[in-house]
Structure formats: C-alpha cells, structure tokens
C-alpha cells in the first residue's frame, strides 16, 4: 500500500527540483512560477503569505468513514475506521489578504489534510462552487495577466473569446452569499478515479456538504458585514458544538468531461456517502502555513486525471508560492 506523501517540509526543495522541467503529463508547457507571478501582478506580492486563497484561518478536526467507502476505495482513510485527525483550511479565493467575506463572486474554500499515521498525510483542497475559472494552465495565465492590465476593454474581449470562463463567476453569482464557512458545499472540481480492494474503478468528484444546511445571505446583509465576520462566527458556532460535512462522492457516468474543470456533470448524477469530516475547533494559523495543501497528495486507491492540465499544474504552483512564503 502506498500511502500519501510524507509532511516532511524536507522535501519541498526536492519537490522544486523535480517540477523544472514539468512532466510530460502535463497539458501544455505554462511555467508555474509565471502564474504565481501573474497572481502577484493582480494582488501584489505579499510576503509571508501565499499567493493565493490568501485570507484564511486554520482549524482541526478528525474524518471518519462510512461502511460504505470501503466499496468504492482501498485507500487507508477510507476503508480504516478512524477517527482520522485533520488540518485545515478555510479561506476566500484570490490574493487579496484582506478579501472581504461577504464578497459574491468569489469562492469559499476549505483544504484539508487527513493524518494517516506514521507522518503520512493526504489532502484534498475544495471551493464553493464545482468548476474553476479556466480549461487549462494558459488560458488560466492568459486570464491573469488579462485582469492585471485593469483594461476593461481587453478583459471584455477575453471573456467574450472564452466563455467557459465566465461560467464560474455566473454560478456563484446566481446563489446568495454564504453565512458561514459551515453552511456552504465545498467541491473538488476534478475528476477523481477511485478503486477499491477488488480493482473495480469509479470516477467522481468530491463534495462536501455542511450538516448544518446551505444557508445564505441576502446581498445587503453582506454589504453590512464586517469583512472578516467569518472567523468570528466561525468561534462562536464551535462554542456550541463541533461542525460537520459529509463527504460525498458524485458518482459520474461515461461520457462525463474527465479532464475539463470549467465543465458541469449533469445535475441528475448520483451520490455516495463515504464519511464525516468534524471540524472541531480553530488551530494556530502556523501549523497549516509550515506545509502546504496539495490536491495530488492523494492515496493508493484515490487517482487524479491524468490529462486535467489544470490539476497537474496546481501542485507545482503550490510549492512555488510555498517556497517563497517561507523565505
Ligand atoms: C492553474 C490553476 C491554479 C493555480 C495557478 C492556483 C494557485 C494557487 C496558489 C499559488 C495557492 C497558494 C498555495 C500555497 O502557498 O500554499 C493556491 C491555494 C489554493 N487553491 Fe489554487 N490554483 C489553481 C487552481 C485551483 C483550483 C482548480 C482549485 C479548486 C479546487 C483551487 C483551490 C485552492 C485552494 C482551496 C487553496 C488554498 C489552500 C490553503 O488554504 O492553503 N485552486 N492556489
């Protein structure tokens, strides 16, 4: 059994040295450090911080499975019993350290890392809405530096040349503003193969659904909020009980888009219930910066795409922001 990556921050320079140049795997050949570059030309370099989901805190927590995971995966988390121990995450999207959270088209998110024991880990890093913003890593830098002009004719003419790009923000725009990090879903947005003791293969996509319900906010009640209401709410919720998600496989169907984040499965498409992450209460912000989240520290029996240029080029950009946010 090959279990998820160690924590070791060791190996952050190793993993630096790997990624240049990129793997063949990848879908085109975009430098990650040119858009962790573009993200800091929009929202500045601020050092000491990541150069996106810059305003968040941390928490923690403990993940247990359903009887019924163990059907569709071999991976420790899933078939063990638990509790596994968590770290995470939640954050607004984008580089703005002060990103107000009652922000409309922007997305929640929360990352996780589930704690397999002997110093392995896995993660899983989800938003607030189930596709992101660009097909592949190019189109996602040509959009960065696009938005860093501030040139509203040329970011016009982007959206008008990609209109997969303007789906997101339409989708988030549609919904009311979230009133807590604990009444909204959290998505994977990639395509996910699980395989379970018998070989038998599933693809999905991840979601997270809060127990306590989606709840929203009108948009002149956000307009009144402070823009950091979050974590304060967030502190007075767990005061009363801890907060919990389901985690949820949507089970996909062939002929559904593997490899293309800005693409919605359909609607009708079936889910599996494959455990219960309890957020139990807040955590020193230090111990979620001195590692960093990555959507493909993943498990035997958990499998990314293998041809989402979006996915593969997610850690890279990580570990770039990572090693300068440590420097
Ligand atoms: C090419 C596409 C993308 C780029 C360049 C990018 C870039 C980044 C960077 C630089 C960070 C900060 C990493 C760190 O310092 O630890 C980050 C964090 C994050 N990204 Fe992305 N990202 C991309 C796609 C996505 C997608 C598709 C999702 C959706 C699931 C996503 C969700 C997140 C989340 C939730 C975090 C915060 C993790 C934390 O709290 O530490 N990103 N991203």
Redesign the pocket.
Known sequence: MSLGRRAALAAVPLVLALISPLTPAHADD?D?EA??N??NAIFGANPG??????H?FCVKGSFVPTDEAAKFSKAPHLTGRGPWPVV????M?G?NPLAPNGQKDN?R???IHIDLGDGNQTDM???S?PI???KT?AK??EL?QTVATKDKDKIGDFFAANPESTRQKAWLEARPVPASYATVS?????TFTLTNAEGQNQIIKWKLVPKAGEIGISDEEAKGKDPDFYKPELTERLAKGPVEFEMTAILGEPGDALDD?TVLWPEERKSAAIGTLTIGALEDDKV??T?????TNVVDGIAGPEND???L??SP??????S??NQ
Not at 49 to 54: G, I, V
Not at 88 to 91: D, E
Not at 186 to 190: A, E, I, K, R, S
């Open positions: 975009t990650p858009l962790v573009a993200l911080k990541r150069a996106a989901h810059t968040g995470g995450r939640f954050s999207g580089g997305v998110a929360l990352a890093v989800l938003i809405a992101f913003a660009a890593p996602f830098l960065l959290y998505h994977g947005v990639h984040p979620c910066d590692n960093m989240f990555d959507p240029g979006i996915f080029i997610r950009a990580y570990a770039v922001s990572f300068r946010r």
